[in-house]
């Protein structure tokens, strides 16, 4: 099955240059990952801006935010032998993984979902407190009986975890912590409940046993979480042989619940896929990609900041046409667009 994503010609719709640096000291190395949604007659993108300091030759520097919100500037010099700057996105020092960037999430929007830009009157979300040190990134958004929630990954040196804030005007936010402890990320929650119960997939991960697999998980209130499921494993020689991650809020479709997730190998490939889950029970796996719907192909996605990724967590639905906003090479947001039926033609059941 060939690749069937039909690629905006105007791709990267969104690059580092387009949007002014947060603070003094500070450039935009990477824009990417954006959380998608309507509101107010408009399509938004809730967009990761992955930040750091001019770098030099002679060292690698990284900004970290303080637990009172201002921004430490480290410094290490490339040439240190405690240093492991191998992987354009973590660094080891003396044994403490550090990020290379500092994320945070900004608004854009548009009025025909190609075209956007930065409006006024609404706020910049850094990270808050000790839990996000190192940053926020990659959220999902979800319409949930009025109010948006807010699921995105929370980064310090304690670990890379979930918290959630939730809104319904975009201007004021409720913070609700960690919803889920390290290590997890990749949580989407449904836009709707099922039996009058909240689910969410995410993706807890483990060095030693398991893998990086999608779970399920159930709630009463959207806050507390249990009952959790594994739902969805790497497969061996596969696409999706090193790690899966769950996109966006589940699409409601006649056969099941379609979600777009991400997978990779071993070698750091990203493609995306689907899989489909049970209307009444969405722990029951009814059908699966064999081949992904979407791979890096063109320039934009295999050379970047992390060249050969494709990789979403925000899409918009127009009857049977799926509108994915995605991120390319860890540095571009570009869009797509998927017929419905056909991704549920392509599955293997």
Known sequence: MPDIAKRFPQNPLL?????????????????????????????????????RPQQSEVH???PVLTDDGGIEIMEIELNDADLI?????????????YLTTLSHLRLLCSDDGINFYEPEGYPKLFGQGYLQTFGIEDCR??????????????VSSNGVAVALRKTTDWKNFTS??????????????????????????????SVDLGGNFIWIAESPDGIHWGNHKCILKTRAGYWDSGRVGGGAAPIKTEKGWLEIYHGATKEHRYCLGAVLLDLE????????????????LEEYETSGFFGHVVFTNGHIVDGDQLTVYYGAADEFVCGAHFSISEILRSLNY
Request: aromatic fraction near 8%.
């Open 60 to 62: 690698v520097s990284f």
């Open 141 to 154: 958004v979800s319409l949930v009986e009025g109010e948006y929630h807010l699921t995105f990954t929370a």
């Open 281 to 296: 029970d969405p722990s029951k796996v009814l059908a699966r990609s064999e081949e992904p719907i979407m791979e890096p």
């Open 85 to 97: 700057a191998t992987d354009a996105r973590v660094i080891r020092y003396k044994g403490i993984d």
């Open 15 to 51: 690059a580092p240059k387009s949007l002014l640096p947060s603070g003094q000291g500070l450039q935009v190395a990477c824009l990417l990952n954006p959380g998608v949604f309507r509101f107010d007659g408009k399509i938004w993108l809730l967009v990761r801006v992955a930040e």
């Open 176 to 205: 609700h912590g960690l919803i889920l402890p390290p290590h997890n990320k990749d949580c989407a929650i449904f836009e709707e409940k099922i039996n009058g119960k909240y689910y969410a997939l995410h993706r807890p991960s």
